[in-house]
């Protein structure tokens, strides 16, 4: 399997080892904690300290390095749009200036450093949904999302949606093989046109399907809610785990307010 094809599998979710073992309530409450210290943060250097314990810790249990980058691309654009804006729109302290087309355009320090304070969020953010996602099946957090009274409706709503991404996604390739053996990506002019019709097919086969898992459903008892319930028990283990990931906590923590 290519890493491009890893993209969007949850190969990795369903690997043993020392991560995929921990509790699912133990993960979430890590990362949803860990969330607000990397937002509350005064310095950049808690986000950094967040971004590399969690990347670190997902090559270590045999994460590619490569996949990594590839889900944290779009994010690193997004933050170097929010970096260069800051840097150009925030602030009063002249850090250079750039001529560009008979205009000024003036970089300030402020905005360079909360630009990059920014930026670092959205990478520790980041890393730290990597952490999870890439580290729980999606059941067992859905799951557990229901121990931590999350609505009924969202968790019957994600389950559905997260099962048949991937269906749309097997539909997706076998079309767009059957157009690229009859050479419909042979240039730019058919290569728009046979994306439209993989558009258009796409939406009639995921109506048709949905209508035919609507009546699947109700063939098998379907009144309008999916009992989901978590069962796992809390053991010693997992209680042992989560004072080391409160003790990682307190950690980042003070790590921020120590440079601040």
């Not at 808690?46 to 810790?57: D, E, K, V, W, Y």
């Not at 970096?83 to 402020?110: A, H, R, W």
């Not at 630009?115 to 059941?139: A, D, E, H, K, W």
């Not at 058919?190 to 048709?208: A, E, H």
């Amino acid at each position: 399997m290519s890493h491009k094809d890893k993209l969007f599998s949850d190969v990795f979710v369903h690997r043993e080892n020392l991560v995929t073992r921990i509790e699912a309530r133990t993960k979430i409450s890590f990362t949803v904690v860990a969330l607000v210290i990397n937002l509350l943060s005064p310095t950049i250097y808690t986000p950094i300290a967040i971004a590399l314990f969690c990347l670190a810790t997902l090559i270590a249990v045999g994460i590619p390095p490569k996949l990594l980058g590839l889900r944290l691309a779009m994010p690193l654009v997004m933050a170097g749009v929010v970096l260069i804006t800051q840097i150009f729109f925030y602030g009063t302290t002249t850090l250079f200036i750039l001529p560009v087309l008979g205009f000024n355009l003036v970089g300030y320090e402020e905005g360079l450093a909360r630009g990059l304070l920014i930026m670092y969020r959205v990478i520790g953010g980041v890393s730290l949904i990597l952490f999870l996602s890439m580290s729980t099946p999606m059941n067992k957090l859905l799951m557990a999302a229901t121990w931590f009274q999350a609505p009924k409706i969202f968790v019957e709503l994600a389950l559905l949606v997260y099962r048949y991404i991937f269906v749309l996604l097997e539909e997706i390739v076998t079309v767009k093989d059957a157009q690229r053996i009859r050479l419909g990506y042979h240039n730019w002019r058919q290569s728009m046109r046979s994306l439209g019709v993989l558009g258009g097919s796409l939406i009639l086969r995921t109506y048709d399907r949905a209508e035919r898992v609507f009546e699947a459903m109700i063939a098998r008892g379907y009144s309008g809610t999916v009992t989901v319930s978590y069962s796992e028990h809390f053991g010693r283990k997992d209680f042992i785990t989560a004072v080391c990931l409160s003790a990682i906590l307190v950690i980042l923590y003070l790590i921020g307010q120590w440079r601040a």
